[in-house]
């Protein structure tokens, strides 16, 4: 057989074969039942069969050659270590046959337990657990009912329809009240259900049962839970399952036995101590069942002293081992500790940051290994507000955190009624079964949204994560009841206007107001908490991260900002100057009669009237930005959008001219306005009459700024303040674009500056194909390009980046067609190249050409680190995000190998 086995393709590793490393081989689970086992611990044998066999029979439907009598083999010697034959009537060996995939997919894929058990050997199985004929039945129903759901697809809630009868004959709610009689006609009536479905009987021969069971579990790759997992998760879909088929060991024979689950620090604070719940006398499924309550694990070391002991030291030898948080489940038969599975355990944000601090203290890893295990996602996490929760606020129901935060308000039903009373003033939280793209204006006046139905690309969902705002999807356990304006839970009945709170990171749901805590990260990187001087593990833990992060970090973070409010706020998080100060806003309020004034024109007199009335207003704009970044770069982008976005819609001025018309009223400036926009109405405004085509097209509107930003930096510079100020065009196209603008500017910067000193770079958006194409002949006039992905994404896709969010991607997002949406993350094989085109030609044409990015995708994790590949110089992103850019431009250098450069 060995020889053999070196020609073939090998298919199943002993347990004492494989190691933690081989999990695309064997799986998680695989990988490390075989790491304990070559650490010595009890681990039940066992061998894997590899994802390669999975995914060999997966395309073609049948077992590859080789594998059958492979497992032949790897089974007689597990019946030589056992002592035991499979099956065997007098003494059967028995065993589980499980699922385990690369990465863990919970309760996605299939386990059958008891394999090995038929009308003979369930006899022997008595006979060898001391007469135990409760026992040896209860395996027996067991072993039928997971075997005939998962291998053969019988439904399962006939099997638990018969069991229910069978309690309700003997007067009990209990399982554990079934005698070794009642299971036996259990095993009968189970018997009989498998034959009817599936046309045969159930298959006494135990290779047979373990064939077909290895098969149902290759199977279970591609059931549809495991599909649209894998589709949430963003796993691949090719990687397959490995089977592991592990000799059985019983916790529920007796009060001398059971089973736990144990983790080495606390998976929700991160705090160390001993974590873990025990369930005597049960099996691993009984506890997911949630047949019986557990008890917490320090109540074994009452029970079975011994067994606690040896839990507790194998537990810190796995943590020392894995040099992470391990989570395990055991299994104690008769006083005898078994472990059966352990892994790296998942954990929240804080005790990802926690426990790496604590595991650099100890000695375990290093600061680079710790940047490494926490990220920006976890990071965004713990900047949102969370709920004060006490023990009198209980959730009634929990759904899918949909998208973070923590918001209360009144129940509403309708998008109608959220606008409604959102008009009021009133938080609100619409509740629906389901949105639709019809929901938009509620979900937009709503403080969050729960659904009872979706996951986590639902409509809901995605539309919410968009707009920032708190949402729990799928919350199945309510009831809601649109046309009655109520939903119910738990019995309850919640009306519209009764206020709920919702927990957007955990799914919760509770009734009545919930008090909402801010976050103390937050408070630390506003300054408001001194890290040396307070005694909380997690702002330390983010505190020691992030200074690390920031020492290797070779990109620069810089910040979107608009306002000295903001850009204050931001460089208090960290931002190294701004990367994008939109002008537009400052086009609006009290300036928008400035700016109709400049529309409405008549002679280039009032146009450089109203022009004239715009400079100071704007040059003092600029002087608050400047003073708030002294001494760092200020990119301030030229207006960009369509003019016409500055006036009153069509309709609703047209409506009024009509109404003031009909009345005999003056209305010869409404009359000029709306000729004005309707002049200037496009059916494609993203594509039309916006950025450095609006400079070119109204004289002296460029001009202008680039007065005030100059005289802006003069001022400050004047009155000791360090101004750098970058001058941005938007939306070019072609180098004469630029070049034009360029000359004008030149001009005016030459004439301003004089001896103050004030250096100006001029340089452009890289936001239209086009110019990403071009990129070599833009540099020759541009002293730095910053990549507006937003506009490079829409203009890339061909997708309104107003519109595709909320009405269809949901259906792409579904069908796998991307991911994660292209607005978010950067679509690296599109958008991301014509990013390292543009890159590439650029500093060929133009070495000290300063490159960066201020589209959305600056503070989105995963688009960082591409942005560290390709070489820019430096992300901008919002405010809140500057936190979790600088930590992942400290994890994108430390993955690559990177230094502290900067
Ligand atoms: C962009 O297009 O990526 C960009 C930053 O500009 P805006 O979002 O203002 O169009
Ligand atoms: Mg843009």
């Known amino acids: 057989m060995a020889a053999q086995e070196t020609v073939e393709h090998k298919y199943v590793y002993d347990f004492a074969e494989g190691n933690k490393d ?15 086992t070559n650490l010595g611990l009890p681990v039940p044998p066992g061998f894997t069969i590899t994802t ?89 129903r067991r072993l039928i009912q997971m075997f005939g759901k998962t291998v053969c697809d019988v439904p399962g809630e006939e099997f638990e329809h018969a069991l229910d009868d069978a309690k309700r004959a003997k007067g009990t709610e209990n399982d554990l009240d079934l005698d070794a009689d009642d299971l036996r006609g259990l095993v009968d009536a189970y018997k009989k259900i498998f034959a009817k479905h599936t046309g045969r009987e159930f298959p006494q021969e135990p290779r047979e049962q373990l064939d077909l069971a290895i098969r149902a579990v290759f199977e279970s790759w591609n059931a549809d839970r495991a599909v649209l997992y894998r589709r949430q998760e963003r796993i691949p879909a090719d990687l397959g399952t490995a089977v592991n088929v592990v000799a059985m060991v019983f916790g529920n024979l007796g009060p001398d036995s059971g089973t736990g689950v144990a983790f080495t620090r606390d998976p929700g604070s991160g705090a160390q101590g001993i974590y873990g719940d025990y369930l005597a006398n049960a099996q691993g499924e009984d506890v997911v069942a949630g047949i019986r309550n557990t008890v917490p694990l320090q109540e074994l070391e009452r029970m079975d002293k011994t067994s606690y002991d040896q839990l507790l030291s ?55 290994e710790a940047l490494h295990r926490v990220n920006g996602a976890q990071l965004a996490q713990l900047m949102f507000p969370r709920f004060q929760l006490d023990h009198e606020f209980q959730p009634v129901a929990k759904g899918i955190g949909a998208s973070p935060g923590a918001a209360s308000g009144k129940v509403v039903f309708t998008s109608a009624r959220a606008v409604e009373l959102a008009a009021e003033g009133e938080s ?93 990260v937050v408070q630390y990187f506003e300054g408001s908490l001194d890290p040396e001087h307070i005694d909380n593990a997690l702002v330390r833990a983010v505190h020691r991260i992030m200074t690390h992060a920031d020492g290797k970090r070779r990109l620069a973070v810089r910040t979107n900002a608009d306002t000295g409010a903001d850009a204050a706020r931001a460089r208090r998080f960290g931002a190294e100057g701004i990367g994008l100060c939109r002008t537009e806003h400052m086009f609006l309020g009290d300036r928008r009669e400035l700016v109709e004034r400049l529309i409405l024109a008549r002679s280039e007199a009032e146009r450089n009237a109203a022009l004239a009335a715009l400079l100071p207003l704007q040059r003092a704009d600029f002087v608050e930005i400047f003073r708030e970044m002294d001494g760092l770069p200020v990119t301030v982008r030229l207006i960009d959008p369509p003019l016409h976005e500055f006036l009153p819609p069509l309709e609703q001025l047209a ?35 916006r950025g450095v085509r609006l400079g070119l097209v109204i004289p002296g509107l460029f001009a202008m700024q680039v007065r005030a930003i100059t005289e802006a930096a003069v001022e400050c510079v004047r009155g000791g303040t360090v101004a750098k100020p970058e001058i941005m065009v938007p939306l070019v196209g072609a180098v004469q674009e630029l070049e034009t603008v360029r000359a004008e500017a030149e001009k ?104 960066g990015v201020c589209g959305e995708h600056g503070g989105d994790p995963d688009s960082v680190h591409f942005f560290h590949e390709v070489g820019l110089d430096y992300v901008s992103c919002s405010p809140f995000r500057v936190p979790v850019a600088r930590l992942e431009a400290g994890r994108a250098a430390v993955e690559t190998g990177g230094s502290d450069s900067r």
């Not at 030589?80 to 995939?101: F, N, T």
């Not at 997002?813 to 993350?825: K, T």
């Open 22 to 36: 081989l999990k695309d081989l064997l799986g998680g689970k695989g990988a490390n039942l075989a790491e304990m």
């Open 52 to 140: 390669e066999a999975c995914k060999a029979y997966l395309s073609t439907g049948s077992e590859p050659e080789g594998l059958a009598g492979q497992i032949e083999a790897h089974l007689e010697s597990l019946e030589r270590a056992m002592g035991k034959r499979l099956g065997d009537p007098e003494d059967p060996l028995l065993v589980s046959v499980r699922s385990g995939a690369k990465f863990s997919m919970p309760g996605m894929m299939e386990t059958v337990l008891n394999v090995g058990l038929n009308d003979r050997s369930v006899v022997g199985l008595s006979a060898q657990a001391g007469r135990n004929d409760r026992f040896a039945w209860d395996s027996y």
């Open 314 to 368: 194998f537990m810190a030898r796995l943590e020392e081992h894995y040099k992470d948080l391990c989570d395990i489940e055991f299994t104690i038969e008769r006083g005898k500790l078994w472990m059966l599975q352990t892994r790296v355990g998942k954990r929240t944000a804080a005790a990802a940051f926690v426990i790496a601090g604590q595991l650099v203290d100890e000695g375990l890893i290093d600061l680079d």
């Open 428 to 520: 609100v939280i619409l509740v629906r079964r389901e949105t639709n793209p019809d929901d938009l204006n509620g979900m937009i006046a709503a403080k969050g949204i729960l659904t009872s139905r979706g996951g986590k690309t639902s409509h809901a969902a995605v539309v919410a994560r968009g707009m920032g705002k708190t949402c729990v999807s799928g919350a199945d356990e309510i009831d809601v009841n649109v046309p009655g304006r109520t939903f119910t839970v738990g019995g309850q009945t919640v009306r519209e206007g009764d206020v709920v709170s919702i927990d957007g990171t955990t799914g919760k749901v509770y009734l009545g107001e919930v008090p909402v805590m801010p976050s103390e």
């Open 655 to 689: 409506v009024n001219v009509a109404v003031a018309q009909e009345r005999g009223e003056d209305v010869a400036k409404e009359e000029a306005l709306l000729a004005a926009v309707r002049r200037m109405h496009e059916e494609n405004p993203m594509l039309g009459l």
């Open 748 to 851: 005016i910067i030459a004439e301003v500056v004089g001896d103050s000193g004030v250096e100006v770079l001029i340089g452009t958006m890289i936001e239209v194909p086009r110019a990403a194409l071009t990129a070599g002949q833009i540099a020759e006039a541009a002293q730095f390009f910053s990549f507006g992905t937003n506009d490079l994404t829409q203009m890339a896709w061909g997708f309104s980046r107003d519109d595709v969010e909320g009405a269809f991607f949901w259906r792409y997002l579904e069908l796998g067609i991307f991911g994660i949406s292209p607005f978010e993350s950067i679509d690296r094989d599109g958008v991301g190249r014509l990013v390292r085109i543009a890159a590439e030609e650029g500093r060929a044409a133009r070495p000290e050409l300063k490159l």
